[in-house]
């Protein structure tokens, strides 16, 4: 069986010695054995692994997530899924963009070929659209706009206490803030769907399966109502189809 040096390994998957000392520090990719030197050494599993591991972080995952998608007894689905959401968004993408050197192409055309009578008001949109993306911007932005000023309130009335010794500052914050939380969560829960790695249906769970769910940035544990699995599902924005369904 091949055994990979760090530097080989780190070759072999075009990252740095230094990302796979740091994956190896983290615990995410730990060699399979040491030489009698004590140089780590690396199996080709352990290279397929490290590949995973770039692509999850490519797709913008983080190491903690990692760590735990790569913990779990049976990490194939919710990664095959991952693989499905990133091929299916890169090919919209592409056709987006085929849609734009096409209005483009178009554009050029007609100011080759009448160029005294070309105005503005025939220039279509050639933005392409990642409509889920913007989308979920929205809500977390939205979510930002309310979070951030609660929390620069909390810390400043909670200083002005500590200092001055008025309190009545950082009491007020506190039924603000169960108010704008209450809001907050009604509405993230109301605007986001999930999709199922196992039946790949998108569906709605509870507002309290969502609330108290083992999650990541991206992924969220909830069991699937559609087919009854339970495992880590991808989050997007909710559409006007699914708040028809639930």
Known sequence: MSMYTTGEIAKLT???VRTVQYYDSRGILIPSELSEGGRRLY????????????FLRDAGISINSIG???GEE??????TMILDRQQSLLNEEMQERKEQLARIDAIRKELHENIDNFSFESIGDI????ENKKKMKKIFVTMLCIGIPLALYQWTSLVIWITTGIWWPFVIWIPVDIICSIHTINYYYKNVAYICPHCHEVFVPSKKQVMFAKHTPTLRRLTCTCCGERDFCMEIARSEKEDTDK
């Open 127 to 130: 933005a392409y659209k990642m």
């Open 74 to 79: 049976k990490p194939g689905p919710v990664i």
């Open 43 to 54: 199996s080709e599993a352990d290279v397929k692994r490290m590949k995973i591991i770039c």
């Open 14 to 16: 075009g990252v740095s």
């Open 68 to 70: 735990e998608l790569l």
